[in-house]
């Protein structure tokens, strides 16, 4: 079992930048891939970034090419969403996962946080 809580949300003007925290419990932490998904108002759940075990691979959606920016600390459980030019339409509810394998569908994770509100200003 693994529980995760997101951290770092908040309201930001477009070109703005926030770090969005995911901090996991137990001490497998090292033993999951770590996704970013996010969820607009009337709109599904979208693929945002992902990470292996180790921190070697990177996975991007493309609308966050160049801006975002995913890394781990896998000696603090915790994964990081670095989010730089921030546009209104990042505007969402940003969830961290975790799951055995590194992946962009939200089925291929087995735990998930409560969530975080991003809301971007335009």
């Known amino acids: 079992q693994v529980q995760l809580v997101e951290s770092g949300g908040g309201l930001v003007q477009a070109g703005g930048s926030l770090r969005l925290s995911c901090a996991a419990s137990?001490?497998?932490?090292?033993?999951?891939?770590m996704g970013w998904f996010r969820q607009a108002p009337g709109k599904e759940r979208e693929f945002v970034a992902s990470i292996s075990k180790t921190g070697g691979s990177t996975y991007y959606a493309d609308p966050v090419k160049g801006r975002f920016t995913i890394f781990r600390d896998n000696a603090k459980n915790t994964v990081y969403l670095q989010m730089n030019s921030l546009k209104f339409e990042d505007t969402a509810v940003y969830y961290c996962?975790?799951?055995?394998?590194?992946?962009?569908?939200?089925?291929?994770?087995?735990?998930w946080g409560q969530g975080t509100q991003v809301t971007v200003s335009s």
């Open positions: 996962a975790a799951g055995r394998l590194t992946t962009t569908q939200p089925t291929g994770y087995d735990y």
């Open positions: 137990g001490r497998t932490f090292s033993s999951y891939a």
